[in-house]
C-alpha cells in the first residue's frame, strides 16, 4: 500500500479516502462481471462479489486441498501467503494494470468521481490482481518441499 500510494498514480487520490495507518484492500481481485451460471435448468449470467468470491473460494479450495494430501495440515489464513506469493513470485496472480474504480455505478457524473486506479503490483482496484491458480499451485508446492526438507 505504502509503495502505491508514493508513486504518482497513489498521489492523485486524496488522503481523506483511505486510512494510511490500516492495511490496504482489496488483496486479490476475480472477474465480476458476465459469469455464467445454471439457474433453474437455464444458463444466466451474473456479476459483483456474488460471482467473483465464489471462483476464489474454489481455487483456495483447491490449494488447501493440495496442502492436506501433501503436508497432512490445511493451509488456515490466507493473507500471508498471498502476499508472500505477491512479494516473491507476482506471476502467481494476473497483475490487472489498466482500469479504476472511479465510477462504479451507471448514472455516475464522470466528472466528479474520485477513485484509485490500477497500477503494476499491488494496487487498491484489485490487489495482487487475479489468481493463477497453476503458478499458485508451482510456488506452494515448492513451499511444502522446502519445509519437508528442513524438517
Keep these: 500500500m505504502t509503495a502505491y500510494l508514493s508513486s504518482s498514480i497513489g498521489k492523485l487520490i486524496p488522503q481523506s479516502y483511505y486510512n494510511t495507518s490500516g492495511r490496504g484492500y ?22 459483483g462479489t456474488s460471482a467473483s468470491a465464489p471462483i476464489v473460494a474454489g ?6 486441498d493440495h496442502a492436506l494430501t501433501v503436508d497432512k495440515k490445511p493451509l488456515g489464513p490466507m493473507n500471508q501467503l498471498l502476499y508472500q506469493w505477491g512479494a516473491n513470485n507476482p506471476d502467481a496472480f494476473q497483475d490487472v494494470t489498466v482500469g479504476d474504480n472511479a465510477c462504479t455505478e451507471s448514472g455516475c457524473a464522470l466528472d466528479e468521481c474520485i477513485g484509485f486506479s490500477c497500477a503494476p503490483g499491488w494496487d487498491p482496484v484489485t490487489g495482487w490482481g487475479s489468481p493463477n491458480y497453476s503458478k499458485m499451485l508451482g510456488y506452494l508446492t515448492e513451499l511444502l518441499e522446502s519445509k519437508k526438507t528442513v524438517q
Design 26 to 47: 482489496p488483496d486479490i481481485a476475480a472477474l465480476g462481471t458476465g459469469i455464467l451460471i445454471i439457474l433453474d435448468g437455464g444458463d444466466s449470467a451474473i456479476g
Design 59 to 64: 481455487v483456495f479450495t483447491l490449494l488447501n
